[in-house]
Structures are given as C-alpha cells and as structure tokens.
C-alpha cells in the first residue's frame, strides 16, 4: 500500500497547501478557515473525497483520502481538520438514496459539519417525523457549512442512537471557539430547534451504509478511521520537515556549532522520524488488509478492523513524539505566531483530544486481543 499513486485529489491538496500554510496566521485570527479558501477547496472536490459517485462524490479508495488530509495537515493543521470534517457528506451513505438526494437538491455540493455525540433530543410525532433540540459543542468549519448532522438518542432510547441530518437554515451558531490548538478550525457550538423527517435520520453506528462498493463494506468508525488517521501523520510530517530545516542554523550556547551536530539532537530527529515513518506504513499496512477484503466483498472483520485501529492509535502517539521533539528543540523562538512549529504543537495535542484517539480508543484493540467482550461498532 506504500506505493499510491499520485490523484486528482492528492494533486489538488498539494496546489492549494501553500496558500493555507501561507495563510495560517489568517485563518487563527479569524477563527476559522477563510471563505475564499473553502470555495477553492470545494471547486478541488476536497469536500466530498468519500462522498458516494451516486450523489455526485469521488467515492476515493480509503488510502487515498488518507494521503489527501495528510498533504493538507501538512500545510497548516487547522486547515486540514476542517476540510477534514467538512467530509460529513460521506455520512449520507446511511441515508436511503432518494432521501440523501432530497437533502443534496438544496446544496448539490454540500460542506458538512456535525457531532456525533447525542447531545440533542429526538423525539417523535408517530407520523414520521422528529422534533430535534439541541446543542453541540466542537463543531468544526460550522461558520461555512451547509448541512449539518447531530447526535441524537431516539424518543431518549439510547439503544437507538441517530445522526439527524439538518440543513443550515435550521441551525444557530454559537461563535464562542476561542482555544488554544485548532484555532483556525470555526468549531463553535451549534443549537438546532428543527423538524426532521425520520429518513433525515439514520443509525450508522450499528447499520451498513445504503450503497454498494468495497467502501460500504467498512463499518461506520472504520470509515470515520480512514479520514482521520492523515491528520496525525501530516502535522508531524510538516513539524519534523521543519526541524530539519532549522537545526543546521540554529546555535545554542555553550556548543560551538550549530544544534544539527549535536549528538544527542541527531539520536532525536533519528527516533523520531523512523517512529513516525513506521507508522505511516503501519496504517497503509492495516488500512490495505482492510481494503482487500472489502473488495473481495466481505465486510472486515474485527481483528482487521482493531488492527487498523492500533495502527491509527500509534499514528497519533508517534507524532505526538516528533512534534514535542521539534518543538523541544526549536527554543523559545518557535513560541512566535508565526513560527509553525509551535502551531503543530497546540493543533497536533488538540487533535488527540478527540475520542477517536482516546485512551478508551486504545484500550479497545488490547480488549479485542484479550478476548474481553465488547461493543465492536466503536471500530
């Protein structure tokens, strides 16, 4: 799996990566990526990398959409989270098609923000449709989505766990995102009071996806896996790129030379870049046992799918490595703001916060090798 082949995705990623690291600073001021640079990511199809052929998206191989959010995270952490995120369109697979096509015939080229987190009430008339109310905190790339998805138990049943699929005109958001890492990711909280047709909604955490193809065959956080395991691998990518760059210039008294001949700072770049490039290879690794056997049109099972979970849980803690090795390094100059080292710093410990890359994410694989029971939707 180490040998893609260079896309039409991967190559617009690359195009537009220097003006979103160009524009970082921009984009933590505002709070959230500028709106010419999401038009030019949604003209690329930046936003619909895994959204399905038959409503009007790449449909990539998972592989590929890694590679994609890696380039982008690469350029700037926060532009690629929210692009990243904004690929919640990918979730309408779980949707009848026709019902998918209805929310689509308003926003053909929908940006998505949601949370999957049931923070909201559903509750049912008995004629088929849902009063949901809510609030959602972390909702990135909220100030420029067009369609939104929230999490939501059922009439309080929390065996029946819902995405709600809401257009934007139903949604207020909260502009209240004032943080330290992912600052420029617009993930405010969002409140919905809004009337939803029950085939709006959908339970993807325990039901296949509504289309065909080696792609629907991945479980729901599997799928969610994919799209996330390049955020990790591109941010430490661009912290140890600029590690290197820095080091054969920077001195640091007593030494004489510069810190690039310092014994103990090479040992560091040396562990650091052969963790993190182990661990890409461990994702394409797991990620390609997955693809082969969606494609031989079975579903993965979970010894495959707890595989690639540890491999994107050991993506995460191997750049953790490097990005706190770059910036140990980096000495009180990389605290500027326009430094990106210290940005990879704040939005690289962000990102780990999410509960994909929690500790109860982690302890998922070692219960499934010791043969623990538990729910295996989580991956």
């Keep these: 799996m180490m040998g893609q082949a260079t896309t039409g995705a991967v190559t617009a990623a690359r195009e537009i990566a220097p003006e979103l690291s160009a524009r970082a600073v921009e984009a933590e001021e505002l709070k959230?990526?500028?709106?010419?640079?999401?038009?030019?990511?949604?003209?690329?199809?930046?936003?619909?990398?895994?959204?399905?052929r038959a409503l009007g998206g790449l449909e990539l191989p998972p592989a590929e959409v890694v590679e994609v959010v890696e380039e982008l995270c690469r350029a700037d952490g926060s532009a690629g989270w929210t692009i990243m995120i904004g690929n919640g369109s990918a979730f309408l697979a779980w949707l009848d098609p026709a019902a998918a096509a209805d929310l689509l015939a308003a926003a053909p080229d929908p940006i998505a923000s949601g949370v999957f987190a049931p923070m909201g009430r559903l509750t049912g008339d008995g004629e088929g449709k849902f009063s949901l109310t809510g609030r959602?905190?972390?909702?990135?790339?909220?100030?420029?989505?067009?369609?939104?998805?929230?999490?939501?138990?059922?009439?309080?049943d929390p065996r029946d766990w819902r995405l709600a699929f809401v257009p934007a005109a139903g949604v207020r958001v909260l502009d209240n995102w004032d943080v330290t890492g992912l600052r420029g990711t617009g993930s405010h909280d969002v409140e919905i009071e809004a009337v939803v047709r029950a085939e709006h909604t959908t339970s993807p955490f325990?039901?296949?996806?509504?289309?065909?193809?080696?792609?629907?065959?991945?479980?729901?956080?599997?799928?969610?896996?994919?799209?996330?395991?390049?955020?990790?691998?591109?941010?430490?990518?661009?912290?140890?790129?600029?590690?290197?760059?820095?080091?054969p210039a920077k001195f640091r008294p007593p030494g004489p030379g510069p810190i690039a001949e310092d014994g103990d700072v090479q040992i560091a770049l040396t562990r650091a870049e052969g963790q993190l490039r182990s661990a890409r290879a461990f994702v394409f690794d797991a990620l390609g046992e997955l693809w082969e056997t969606a494609c031989a049109g079975d579903v993965p099972d979970t010894a495959r799918r707890g595989q690639f979970l540890l491999a994107t849980q050991q993506a995460m803690r191997a750049a953790l490595s490097a990005v706190n090795t770059a910036f140990g390094f980096a000495g009180a100059g990389a605290l500027h703001a326009d430094q990106p080292i210290q940005r990879c710093f704040r939005d690289l410990h962000a990102a780990s916060q999410h509960i994909y890359f929690s500790t109860a994410a982690s302890k998922r694989y070692a219960k499934l090798r010791f043969g623990?029971?538990?729910?295996?939707?989580?991956?």
């Design 206 to 247: 325990t039901n296949p996806a509504r289309h065909d193809g080696p792609q629907w065959r991945f479980p729901f956080f599997t799928l969610v896996g994919t799209m996330m395991a390049g955020v990790p691998l591109g941010i430490a990518r661009r912290a140890l790129d600029e590690f290197t760059a820095f080091a």
């Design 136 to 156: 959602w905190a972390f909702c990135s790339g909220s100030p420029h989505a067009d369609l939104f998805f929230g999490g939501a138990f059922a009439d309080g």
């Design 32 to 52: 959230t990526l500028p709106r010419d640079l999401v038009e030019r990511a949604r003209a690329a199809g930046l936003f619909r990398l895994a959204t399905p």
């Design 372 to 379: 623990i029971d538990q729910p295996t939707f989580w991956f």
